[in-house]
């Protein structure tokens, strides 16, 4: 929803555009633009032909969405709640933008049929909301780091949510989880007796002391949302610069100047 290229980069292309391209075998993948869906939008539902650009049209609407509110939020949700009605696919998972847009895009719909009660708009935000509102249709998982920012921020989305919409909450999801990657007691055992010691244990230290910091984290989200435990992704490999090989080096490192003082 959020295009800034971390997904194509990810899915190893240069970029996603608006039409979907097939990135994987029956997997697709799509860029929301706004323009676009706007143009999509006439042509399904107003059953008015666009050719060549929008421009002057794209300033009327934004005219039009500066003096009504949800109004740009709603050509995002409907794209993907049409795509959901019309079966396109078998699951939609939607990358959203930061939780306070997610939160406005999501309960956009509500905010226009309070504006607007009868007509082809109140028609057209009807069935949205009855997509979004069905919760064997559409839930929100939660990601976020172990941090304290996005877990203050996750538990105040799902708080707004339950306030602006009664879309489901399904849990949460902690990314970036950091791995236990250094041996405490190894650590606790180590006597600095060089610099170039001292230095891998208070890496070595500060490692593991990250992954604890995480996990209280992950507790607090898991007890302000009522959660038994919460799912975790671990810290993936990403090169030769990744945590993984850093403390493996580092470790080594250690055992080896212990060997030579030995």
């Excluded at 539902?45 to 929008?54: A, E, H």
């Excluded at 049409?82 to 306070?100: K, L, N, P, T």
């Amino acid at each position: 929803m959020d295009d800034k290229g971390s997904l194509a980069a990810y899915l190893g292309r240069d970029d996603l555009t608006f039409s979907p391209v097939e990135v994987s075998p029956n997997l697709y993948a799509m860029a929301m633009n706004t323009e676009d869906s706007l143009r999509e939008y006439i042509r399904l539902f107003l059953r008015v032909p666009v050719l060549g650009s929008l421009t002057p049209l794209a300033r009327i609407f934004d005219f039009v969405a500066n003096a009504a509110p949800a109004v740009k939020e709603i050509l995002a949700v409907g794209k993907l709640c049409y795509e959901v009605r019309e079966r396109h696919y078998d699951i939609v998972i939607v990358d959203s933008e930061a939780s306070g847009h997610f939160v406005a895009q999501v309960s956009a719909p509500d905010a226009l049929a309070t504006l607007v009660r009868i007509g082809i708009v109140a028609d057209q935000t009807k069935w949205m909301s009855n997509l979004l509102h069905d919760p064997e249709v559409s839930t929100v998982l939660a990601v976020v780091t172990p941090e304290e920012m996005p877990v203050v921020e996750t538990i105040e989305l799902r708080d707004r949510l339950a306030t602006a919409t009664p879309i489901d909450f399904a849990g949460v999801l902690v990314n970036r989880m950091p791995a236990a990657l250094v041996d405490a007691e190894l650590l606790a055992t180590v006597a600095p007796t060089s610099g170039h010691l001292a230095t891998s244990v208070q890496v070595g230290e500060w490692l593991s002391e990250r992954r604890s910091n995480a996990e209280l984290h992950a507790r607090r989200l898991a007890d302000a949302l009522e959660l038994g435990n919460v799912e975790t992704i671990a810290e993936a490999p990403a090169g030769t610069h990744s945590p993984e090989r850093i403390t493996d080096h580092l470790v080594g490192e250690m055992r080896r100047i212990l060997d030579e003082h030995a």
